[in-house]
């Protein structure tokens, strides 16, 4: 009695054994192919995704130090402000003392109480 081999597989000839290997290989590397290409497109995906959250952390960053200068710009401009305006009152008292005694200078000039620059030269 012959017996059917129980493997389909034993009863193809060699070459058809072969070309039967050769399809299952490249059903694999399909297989194989199509999950690499996922894996790439996922990585990518997650790549661009980095990415842009980097690129908005960086300017959420870049704003932060940007806001940061800026008032420290307004805090020193505040105090060279406040330096001005007390050197400008001070200017001011200062030309109002010698304004005042000016005034007393010339008046005593005129009542006599004084000689004046021009009688001393004399």
Known sequence: MNRLPA?????LSPLDQIRHIEADVTRQIAVAREAAEKTV????????????E???????????????LIAEAERETRVLVAQ?????EDLRQRGQRQMTNAI??????????IE????VDR
């Open 104 to 113: 007393h200078h010339a008046v005593k000039i005129i009542l006599g109480d």
């Open 7 to 11: 493997n389909p597989e034993a009863r």
């Open 54 to 68: 980097a690129q908005e952390a960086g300017h959420r960053e870049g704003q932060s130090r940007y806001k940061d």
């Open 116 to 119: 004046s620059p021009q009688d």
């Open 41 to 52: 497109a996922q990585e990518r995906t997650q790549a661009a995704r980095l990415k842009r």
């Open 84 to 88: 001005a305006h007390q050197r400008a």
